[in-house]
């Protein structure tokens, strides 16, 4: 991540550079907060661990956390969740290990690092930290509604699990490389650990979820961008909460709308349709403007990692006809996804 | 309440017959969690006991703990908040009376009554239970937006403590008293208190806000309805997350608008006015049909206390005739009520 674009660590500082730790993992989709850390903080990351088993790799070189600990890294990530979110039974003696070569625990599992009694006991006795991510403050106001100073990007998506943190990270990326000022804000767990800081947006309590996200953007520079990684839908069954209570905290003035084309049902919710990217723009628009009047939707970040690079590009280009918007794909560089930042600076 | 309009107790079950505390209240605002259980539950509330500096009174015969016990009191009641949410200091030397004279202690206030060190230990001397509502259940799953049998109300407002709880019960009563299998769906401390039972949505974990709006209103015989209690709004800047939450793990077939005529901004929120009723009808409606598409709004439920009988008929009728829907106020019982509830069952 370019220096401007580097997020404020005032609110949740993490032990970077990282070892990440991919457990007993022979499935990609699980060790999605690894590749996710590789892919935009890749100077933070000195190379990976995992159990003998374990067959997936990030490409990363393989480290002891001893090797890790003496090439700069002060954390081992647990870059690998599985099904309960819980801390993998084989794991804990490798974990030991971290603790003992002098690194910190970072997670952002469910479960805590510090609820397993062999962590909690070798981090006493190492002097090291065990910091899970997915804890909020202690101190989260209920918001006050009040209008911020600064600017403010939030995706927002038609589902869950489709780009709107790869297009948020994109996007303060870009901005950045404009010129200005700008603070990725992460609100998720793989999100917080590449920015090393934000707000584990799904794991406040209901009614400090705006206050949450208030707290997640101060009052900036007049010039000043914070760019929001999205939660949820709102529209999704079980999540919608989450995405009200951000979108209202977050008072943005332009939103961007995440979609991933082909998906027709919720992930996980097979009854129920995925709602059209016109339905969410609106939605936004509508539900938004209580808090920020000016809100406005500067275009839509498709994800086609599934198509070629000409499908990509004549889906891009008839969506954005139709749309009347620019739209583009972040993770394809080029002439649409200028016109998108240009789109969201107009 | 009438018997079969008595909230299940599996949720929550609470020690009644309660005795009312009012701890050394001055101010009648503070003390509306007695005054809730004295108009709903009168058969359940054996008497009030406060400090002796305490001015406000519920009417009810004062009682000492012992007394309270000897008329077959199981529970002491927090009846009183504060500033703060805060157990008071001078309150403590009296639960602890309480607590010997075989009364448990229930609070719906957010500090927990086993953080005071004295009551803990008094509670555990003289074996009785600290009963915390404001305490989620530990179980909560995420939602599923799986449409269950029953059919449920909820009502829904244009602004917090304006009257939704009060609705709720009303329509619960009523809907009893035609003879209706229902149950009265607490969604608040002092709702929890009155039912024996539900589910503080406000103390939920935004993950899980729709799935314990999901676990508040299980599936049921196909005639019952559950009358669920509205929380905030859905255009409250800090709140709304908690209604949307609510809104779409309920799936009700039918809301109730409830609003406070002349109320023009929200409540301690000075720069946001007071979404109109028609505009809270649509968003409800429109955010609602997602998880039931039948969702239809029965009516609407206007705090009139301010205003004299005459003002208040004529209010009434002004604004049905505006809206094109049955208004009452359901503290005055008679036509306009009943047309209401006539709606509600249409």
Chains 1, 2 share one sequence.
Not at 53 to 70: I, M
């Amino acid at each position: 991540m370019n220096a401007s674009a580097r997020p404020s660590e005032k609110l949740h500082p993490l032990p970077s550079p990282y070892l990440l730790f991919l457990g007993d993992a022979t499935e990609p989709a699980f060790t999605k907060t690894a590749f996710g850390l590789r892919d935009w903080i890749p100077e933070r990351c000195v190379g990976e661990w995992a159990c003998a088993e374990a067959t997936v790799s990030t490409g990363l070189p393989r480290l002891t956390p001893r090797e890790a600990r003496a090439r700069g890294a002060r954390g081992l990530v647990i870059g690998v969740a599985n099904v309960g979110g819980i801390i993998g039974e084989r794991w804990v003696p490798l974990l030991v290990e971290a603790l003992e070569a002098g690194l910190d625990l970072v997670s952002g599992l469910h479960a805590k690092l510090a609820d397993v009694p062999r962590l909690a006991t070798a981090a006493a006795r190492c002097g090291r930290a065990l910091i899970d991510v997915r804890v909020p403050p202690p101190n989260i106001p209920i918001a006050t509604g009040r209008k911020r100073t600064g600017k403010r990007l939030l995706t927002v998506g038609t589902d869950c699990a489709l780009g709107k943190k790869y297009t948020a990270l994109a996007l303060a990326r870009a901005l950045a490389a404009r010129g200005r000022a700008v603070d990725f804000r992460a609100t998720g767990q793989t999100g917080i650990l590449i920015a090393g800081g934000g707000m584990p947006m799904d794991a406040v309590v209901a009614d400090f979820e705006a206050g949450a996200a208030e707290m997640l953007s101060p009052d900036a520079a007049a010039d000043h961008w914070d760019v929001i990684e999205g939660q949820g839908s709102l529209l999704h069954p079980a999540y919608a909460g989450v995405s009200l209570g951000l979108l209202h905290g977050s008072q943005p003035d332009v939103f961007v709308v995440c979609h991933q084309p082909g998906r027709e049902r919720v992930l996980g919710y097979p009854d129920y349709r995925i709602p059209s990217i016109a339905e969410t723009i609106e939605l936004t628009a509508l539900l938004g403007r209580r808090t920020n009047p000016a809100i406005r939707c500067a275009g839509v970040s498709l994800n086609t990692s599934h198509l070629n690079p000409i499908e990509a590009r004549d889906l891009l280009a008839r969506e954005s006809g139709q749309l009347r918007l620019p739209v583009a794909d972040p993770m394809r560089p080029g002439r649409e996804f200028e016109r998108l930042v240009d789109s969201c600076l107009a």
